[in-house]
Nanobody, 125 residues
Framework: QLQLVESGGGLVQPGGSLRLSCTASTLAWAYYSVGWYRQAPGKERDGVSCISPSGDTIDYADSVKGRFTVSRDNAKSTVYLQMNSLKPEDTALYYC??????????????????WGQGTQVTVSS
């Protein structure tokens, strides 16, 4: 059973930056598509970004384009979400999800098979 662990969340002021990490318990990470999602209090979980196994295909939700950047280091079984110019509306619990046999559909996974436990991001002055 693949395990995903997110880290890097915290409290940051508006305009600040954070880098989230999603680390997997597999040496086959290079075969997985990975999606980032977030869920704000009282709202549904929304897709943020999706990256292909090789990292050559990436897409973002319109709300984060130009501010967030996804990258991956398959040798470290890790995917990163660099978040810049953070806004209060970015406040949410951020999750990563992965799928080995289902790829990205735009900025979300076709089917998210494995999920992490989430890391909290709070943007507030």
């Amino acid at each position: 059973q693949l395990q995903l662990v997110e880290s890097g969340g915290g409290l940051v002021q508006p305009g600040g930056s954070l880098r989230l990490s999603c680390t997997a318990s597999t040496l086959a990470w290079a075969y997985y598509s990975v999606g980032w999602y977030r869920q704000a209090p009282g709202k549904e979980r929304d897709g943020v970004s999706c990256i292909s196994p090789s990292g050559d295909t990436i897409d973002y939700a319109d709300s984060v384009k130009g501010r967030f950047t996804v990258s991956r280091d398959n040798a470290k079984s890790t995917v990163y979400l660099q978040m810049n110019s953070l806004k209060p509306e970015d406040t949410a619990l951020y999750y990563c999800a992965a799928s080995r046999y289902y790829g990205c559909k735009g900025y979300v996974l076709f089917t998210a098979i494995n999920w992490g436990q989430g890391t909290q991001v709070t943007v507030s002055s």
